[in-house]
């Protein structure tokens, strides 16, 4: 093992280039920076112009087993240290984030193309509130006492599970990753996390900054690629939890690996989520909750993205207008500019597979697209992946753009007339992730919302995930729930029963 030749700076950095570059080439393993096995890197660009930030370390078999005996080490005692300290150790690195949100904010824009303002700073701040939360909960580990028998004392414990194998993908990746790591630190497992390969930089800083607090070994990070250092990591016969977030395809890749050894596996995947709004909603109130719902800041890159809009027909043609009209006044450009709304899309992979599904839309008989925001002006962005968010109308139910997950600054939108008819229409659909309803009668929003096929529905609003709220899709969207304490409990530790015969 090599110790890092360049060590990042201990005080926060607002350089988020000097940044990326200090953070090149290495896993973070043991408690310290080591250099990939087979002494390989690749490129990290920035989206928004193109040029290379940083190398990340090529992850592959031999670093992952590295990985995996370092945190299986550390597992011993940290199962062995009390709860509660476990949970505090967690809650000063929330606020050890804290005094870095601004430096980890501009990386990630960095690193990911998402806006500073709308979208980077507010990831940042979600780490360190789920961090704290999961943190408080260390007395909530409790079993309990079953009656069994005169002179039997039965009992429960919750005990850890041990070496979590976490796989994120890089939209939001710190938060992902926080939903992760937190709950399993806090239940007495440890930690290897495969980071996204278009976004390994600013997960990579928090590793570090976690282990100033941490004992070594807990909380470990790999860079790499998902055949190369994923595979070998979910398939790694010490990791005994797999926990991922990502596409359903590898998703279930890693189901089938959990199944093979018989461990538990989490897995939050695709959604395709459906917005209803009923012509008594309150209109400029949902006009902007369908700009959130469908992450148009996030250039729609959101497994919750309303990607699929229903409009009561009497409110359609104003609907679209005013939501064109929106995100038209949207201001796409630099991500680290504070004028900027949107950013830019991750990789040119992903661009042109959003490319292709506009192109198919455009193509389509009947359908139309509002094509909205300018694209920046800037030379230095010339380079840059702006795609400009398209607001499509007119689309057959079996278009592809309907049913299937795009993943980019794409929405449809369709009239209805009947509330029973476009229930059924919502939940036609593999997924099953989130949806929300817009309306002022309640008892209507509430008696829909019991009949819609998701993990989260929420009525006249359409907010981020959120600590202490369990988070998690049905059908293809996933297994198991993320973000609650319910979710710590169920996914992070397992229940054994004691018995003593006093008699
Ligand atoms: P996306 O399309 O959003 O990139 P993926 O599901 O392809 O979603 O990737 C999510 C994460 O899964 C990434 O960290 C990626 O490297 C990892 N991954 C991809 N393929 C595999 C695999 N075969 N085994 C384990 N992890 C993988």
Not at 10 to 30: C, M, N, Q, V, Y
Not at 88 to 113: F, K
């Amino acid at each position: 093992m090599l110790d890092h030749p360049h060590a990042p700076p201990a005080s926060p950095s607002l350089d988020e280039r000097a940044l990326a570059k200090a953070l090149s080439g290495h896993h973070f393993i043991g408690g310290r920076f080591v250099a990939a096995h087979g002494r390989r890197s690749f490129a990290v660009h920035n989206p928004a112009t193109g040029e290379e930030i940083a190398r990340a370390a090529e992850g592959d078999a031999h670093d992952v087993a590295t990985a995996v005996e370092n945190a299986a080490h550390a597992q011993v005692s940290w199962a062995r240290t009390p709860a509660r300290k476990r949970g505090a150790l967690v809650a000063q690195c929330a606020a050890l984030l804290t005094e870095h949100a601004e430096e980890l904010a501009r990386l990630i824009a960095l690193e990911t193309g998402k806006a500073l303002r709308t979208e980077s700073r507010v990831e940042a701040g979600v780490v360190a509130d789920i961090l704290s939360f999961f943190g408080g909960l260390g007395s909530e580990l409790k079993g309990e006492s079953v009656p069994f028998a005169p002179d039997v004392l039965a009992v429960t414990v919750r005990e850890p599970l041990g070496v979590v194998g976490a796989i994120i993908p890089w939209n939001v990746p710190m938060l992902l990753m926080a939903l992760k790591i937190a709950p399993a630190l806090v239940a007495g497992n440890t930690v290897v996390v495969k980071s996204a390969e278009e976004a390994p930089l600013a997960v990579l800083r928090v590793c570090e900054l976690m282990n100033r607090i941490l004992p070594p070994g807990c909380f470990n990070m790999l860079s790499g690629f998902g055949p190369e250092c994923g595979a070998p990591l979910v398939e790694h016969p010490k990791v005994r939890k797999l926990t991922f977030t990502g596409s359903v395809e590898v998703g279930r890749i890693v189901a089938r690996a959990a199944a093979e050894k018989l461990i538990p596996v989490t897995l939050e995947l695709g959604g395709k989520s459906p917005m209803i709004v009923f012509a008594d909603c309150d209109f400029e109130k949902t006009v902007m909750g369908a700009i959130t719902s469908m992450r148009f800041t996030r250039q729609g890159q959101s497994c919750t993205a309303a990607s699929r809009i229903y409009v009561e027909r009497g409110l359609f043609e104003r609907f679209v207008d005013a939501l064109a009209a929106k995100v038209d006044a949207m201001v796409m450009g630099d991500p680290l500019d504070e004028k900027t709304d949107i950013g830019a899309i991750i990789s040119p992979g992903q661009f042109e597979k959003v490319e292709g599904f506009i192109a198919e839309g455009l193509a389509t008989p009947g359908a139309a697209a509002r094509v909205c925001s300018a694209m920046p002006k800037d030379p230095a962005l010339k380079k840059g992946l702006f795609l400009r968010p398209h607001i499509f109308t007119g689309l057959p139910r079996e278009s592809r753009l309907v049913r299937e997950e795009i993943f980019g600054p794409v929405t449809c939108v369709f009239p209805f007339d009947d509330a029973e008819a476009v229930l059924a229409e919502a939940n036609d659909s593999e997924y099953g992730l989130a949806a929300s309803l817009w309306t002022n009668n309640l008892k209507r929003g509430l008696d829909l919302a019991h009949r819609l096929e998701a993990g989260l529905v929420q009525i006249n609003q359409n907010l981020v995930v959120q600590a202490n709220l369990s988070y998690g899709g049905v059908k293809s969207s996933g297994l198991g729930k993320e973000a609650s304490l319910e979710a710590m409990l169920e996914h992070f530790t397992h229940k054994k029963t004691i018995m003593v015969n006093y008699g």
